[in-house]
């Protein structure tokens, strides 16, 4: 599932507004309907808030925009899967340092 399914599903489930959601994280309704059109994209700041808004678990969330992050920046790209590797690796390496 990719990040606005998700946030469009949740605030369905819970009979939610948009304004609803776009009151309880300080922000107009617009930007809500494009975040879960996928027009644009929540800040760290947003799916914080988003993950108390929902009931989401918070891990969960960043987990999904972090991989849109990582998705949108190598889609595309034909040596993306083995840049996807080496980032890995460098993470886990200074994750033991």
Same mark, same amino acid.
């Given at each position: 599932? $990719? @990040? *606005?399914?998700?946030?469009? !599903?949740?605030r /369905?489930?819970?009979?939610?507004?948009?304004r %609803?959601? #776009? !009151?309880? =994280?300080?922000?107009?309704?617009?930007? $809500? !309907?494009?975040? /879960?059109?996928?027009?644009?994209?929540?800040?760290?700041?947003? $799916?914080?808030?988003?993950?108390?808004?929902?009931?989401? %678990?918070? *891990?969960?969330? @960043?987990? @999904?925009? @972090? *991989? /849109?992050?990582?998705? /949108?920046?190598?889609?595309?790209? %034909?040596?993306?899967?083995? #840049? =996807?590797?080496? #980032?890995?690796?460098? $993470?886990k390496? %200074?994750?033991?340092?």
């Amino acid at each position: 599932m $990719i @990040l *606005s399914e998700l946030l469009k !599903s949740k605030r /369905e489930t819970k009979n939610l507004l948009l304004r %609803e959601v #776009a !009151s309880m =994280i300080d922000t107009d309704t617009a930007l $809500i !309907s494009k975040i /879960e059109k996928g027009d644009r994209k929540p800040t760290r700041e947003q $799916i914080d808030k988003l993950a108390i808004a929902l009931d989401i %678990e918070h *891990s969960k969330l @960043l987990k @999904l925009w @972090l *991989s /849109e992050k990582v998705y /949108e920046d190598v889609k595309g790209e %034909e040596l993306a899967i083995d #840049a =996807i590797k080496i #980032a890995l690796k460098r $993470i886990k390496t %200074e994750e033991k340092n």
